[in-house]
């Protein structure tokens, strides 16, 4: 079974950096398409970037050439850089892993089969 441990998280002002890191066990991490999504209040989850086996990564329009995601085979573990984050930045940041690969072809969340309980990340105007 999955397990999916989120770290990292905090609170920054606007143009601030952080790096989320995801420490995964329970399967073959590194066969798997991982991601990341993010939940804020009163929004519906929206998927931020992904990387599959072969380590090709996608990001949303509203994150890429800002955000990083990459990984650590070696210790299963999973990563997100964040710079000159923004405000629209907020929110609960989860941990996904999609066997099936669809989430790294969509960035739809609800294609991922397991996700951790999520960092909160706080941005500030």
């Known amino acids: 079974q999955a397990q999916l441990v989120e770290s990292g998280g905090g609170s920054v002002q606007t143009g601030g950096s952080l790096r989320l890191s995801c420490a995964a066990s329970g399967y073959p991490f590194s066969t798997y398409c991982m991601g990341w999504f993010r939940h804020a209040p009163g929004k519906e989850r929206e998927g931020v970037a992904a990387i599959d086996s072969a380590g090709t990564s996608i990001y949303a329009r509203y994150v890429k050439g800002r955000f990083t995601i990459y990984q650590d085979n070696t210790n299963s573990t999973l990563y997100l850089q964040m710079n000159r984050l923004e405000p629209e930045d907020t929110g609960t940041y989860h941990c996904?892993?999609?066997?099936?690969?669809?989430?790294?072809?969509?960035?739809?969340?609800?294609?991922?089969?397991?996700w951790g309980q999520g960092t909160l990340v706080t941005v500030s105007s």
């Open positions: 996904a892993a999609d066997p099936g690969g669809a989430y790294c072809y969509t960035l739809r969340p609800n294609a991922v089969a397991a």
